[in-house]
């Protein structure tokens, strides 16, 4: 079966945020948040990156709270960033390895990864605690723009890193919600992380 989408899409949690904005998006174990929470969230913290002008910009993320990092992986792709999601368990210098062999521009990491890195960190957490007006609007997607950069597990060598389309994403979503005949009703569970191309892929289903 094959797939059409429009060049230029919504952001899945704005769409559903305009349509039924109180509809849960997210349950954790302390919190819920409604998808207009959650794009208010996005926006949010999307005025406070706006002077780093991340467009085209290799990003990577790396973080220990599902939350936070949903919310900057949908901030990314809105500035049109290139989203290198990266396995937290990964050695730091593996970890330097990869920031200097892909010309990395700028991370988003947090304490309990041990690198020097501690001005981007403390810097980040500002922004979570104490975010800008919203100000931005802007929640067009393009299916063609890089959606996810993700490496290979390394069984077979040195772990590779493999380039997402947002298109491709968007694919593997519809196929298998309809093969399961889903509906907005149904729930996924997070149980992989972002940085596992399997997790990742979860985020694109719920819509």
């Known amino acids: 079966m094959s797939y059409k989408f429009k060049k230029n899409i919504v952001c899945p949690i704005s769409y559903v945020a305009n ?17 207009c929470e959650l794009d208010i969230k996005i926006n949010s913290f999307i005025s406070s990156l706006s002077a780093y002008k991340l467009e085209s910009k290799k990003v990577i993320l790396a973080l220990h709270s599902d939350l936070n ?17 990266v396995n937290k368990q ?17 991370l988003f990491v947090d304490k309990a990864l041990d690198l020097d890195l501690q001005n981007q960190i403390n810097e ?4 979570f605690e104490n ?4 100000k931005f ?20 060598g040195t772990p590779k890193q493999c380039c997402h389309l947002l298109k491709h ?14 509906n907005a009703d149904a729930s996924w569970l997070l149980n992989l992380p972002l940085s596992h191309v399997s997790g990742l ?5 719920v819509f």
């Open 69 to 85: 990092e949903i919310i900057v992986y949908f901030s990314l792709l809105r500035l049109k960033a290139i989203p290198f999601l």
């Open 90 to 106: 990964l050695p730091s210098d593996i970890f330097d390895q990869l920031i200097k062999s892909h010309n990395i521009d700028f």
């Open 131 to 134: 975010p800008t007006e919203n």
């Open 169 to 182: 994403h968007l694919i593997s979503a519809r196929s298998v919600n309809d093969r399961l005949k889903l």
């Open 137 to 156: 609007n802007n929640s067009q997607l393009h299916i063609e723009q890089i959606a996810s950069i993700i490496g290979s597990s390394g069984s077979t």
């Open 19 to 35: 349509i039924t904005p109180h509809a849960i998006a997210i349950k954790t174990l302390d919190i819920n948040y409604s998808y």
């Open 201 to 205: 892929s979860i985020l694109f289903r």
């Open 124 to 127: 980040f957490e500002k922004r």
